[in-house]
Every structure is written in structure tokens, then in C-alpha cells.
């Protein structure tokens, strides 16, 4: 909450301060106030955003789905790196891609398009609900959070079915993918499944469709 400080002397950060990359560069890789180092956390991410909202652009040009999209990967990348530090996924990340993608699809497409897009959200959403909840009754203990279930049914408004079954499978891969590397760390975390579900979307999100359409021609 509040504005950026520097996670070691708590001053409040300014504009040029926050440049993405080039304050980083230009301060030499230490804060302005108190020169302590700043982790190196913060280039990588931004450098790695910024890889990621040039393939949404080259993806989808100069459109509305563009825009859309950016603020979906943006949020999708917010949440995921509160996730992996405090294990929880605030609503806040859900919503404002939600609103954007109703009003676009209400835009393009009206109410029917809106209601085509509902389906596969609560078919993905309610599916996977209906999974955790079994498996929270055979298991004794909490399986999913509920901030992933929530997150699976809002990107359910950006996917069509066949695309929703890809996200869940490759969201899955990387999730086994990402929870091996934790136990041979040795972290000791609990195992945050929303950044794979995060890198699951954004890789659908750029091939699904094709892939979809190979895998359907085999029939």
C-alpha cells in the first residue's frame, strides 16, 4: 500500500526513480538515499514485463485486444509475484482485467458475446471448484486456494473452452514443473499455483488458438 520505497531505508521513491530499467542503470544498481544495493529482483522483473508486453503487441497489433491484453498480463504478473511472497492473490487483479474484458466483448460483440464468453469461465471456474472441493473431502486438507479458482474463472472470459482445457493442462505442467524445483530447494514455502497459472495463460494466450486448431485437425 502507499507509494514505492526502498525496502532498506523506507524513503519514498520519486518519478525518476522508478524508471523502469534506466534508474536502475543510471543509479547504478543502488538506491539514491542511502546507496544500499538494490535487488537485482526489480530490473529482472521489469526487463522481463517488458519482453512480455512486446509479444502481446506483435501478437495482436495496434487494438483494442492489445490493450486488454496488456492490462491482463499486468495484472497477471502483479499477482503472481505477490503470490509467490505471501501466498495470497488479491481480488483487485481480478477484477480489473474482468471489467475491461466484459466491456470489450460487450463492445465488439454485444450481450451475446458476453454470454458466449461466460460459459467457458463458468464451466472452468465451476469445474475446477467442484475438483478442489473433492479432493479437500479425500485428501482432509485444502487442495487449491480459492484465489485460484477465482483466477481460472476470470481467464475463462478470455478463452474459449478448447483453450480453457489447454490452460488447465499446461498450467498443470508448470505447476509440477515449479513445485519439483521447491523441493529440491528445500524452501519449505507453500506452493504458490498462481504464477503457473499466470505463465500457462500468457502461453495460451499468444499460441492457444493455433495449437488448438492443429490438435483439432488430427480428427
Not at 182 to 202: C, E, H, R, T
Request: glycine content about 8%; some cysteine.
Amino acid at each position: 500500500k502507499g507509494h514505492s520505497i526502498c525496502p532498506k531505508c523506507h524513503h519514498e521513491l520519486k518519478a525518476k526513480d522508478l524508471v523502469p530499467l534506466f534508474s536502475y542503470i543510471f543509479l547504478g544498481g543502488k538506491c539514491r538515499y542511502c546507496k544500499a544495493p538494490i535487488p537485482k529482483r526489480y530490473p529482472i522483473t521489469e526487463l522481463l514485463l517488458a519482453v512480455c508486453y512486446t509479444a502481446i503487441l506483435f501478437r495482436f497489433d495496434l487494438t483494442i485486444q492489445t490493450v486488454v491484453c496488456l492490462i491482463l498480463v499486468s495484472c497477471l504478473f502483479t499477482l503472481s509475484l505477490i503470490d509467490l511472497d505471501i501466498q495470497i492473490i488479491p481480488d483487485r487483479f481480478l477484477i480489473i482485467p474482468a471489467v475491461c474484458r466484459i466491456a470489450q466483448l460487450i463492445y465488439e460483440g454485444g450481450w451475446d458475446a458476453l454470454w458466449h464468453a461466460f460459459i467457458p469461465a463458468l464451466i472452468l471456474g465451476g469445474g475446477v471448484l467442484v475438483l478442489s472441493l473433492v479432493m479437500d473431502k479425500l485428501l482432509k486438507k485444502d487442495s487449491m486456494g480459492g484465489g485460484d479458482i477465482k483466477l481460472l474463472a476470470m481467464l475463462g472470459l478470455f478463452f474459449t473452452l478448447p483453450e480453457c482445457l489447454l490452460l488447465l493442462l499446461v498450467s498443470c505442467i508448470i505447476g509440477l514443473v515449479m513445485a519439483a524445483i521447491l523441493v529440491k530447494m528445500k524452501s519449505g514455502k507453500a506452493f504458490p499455483f498462481g504464477p503457473a497459472i499466470s505463465i500457462a495463460a500468457f502461453i495460451v494466450l499468444l499460441c492457444g488458438q493455433p495449437v488448438v486448431n492443429w490438435y483439432m485437425s488430427l480428427f
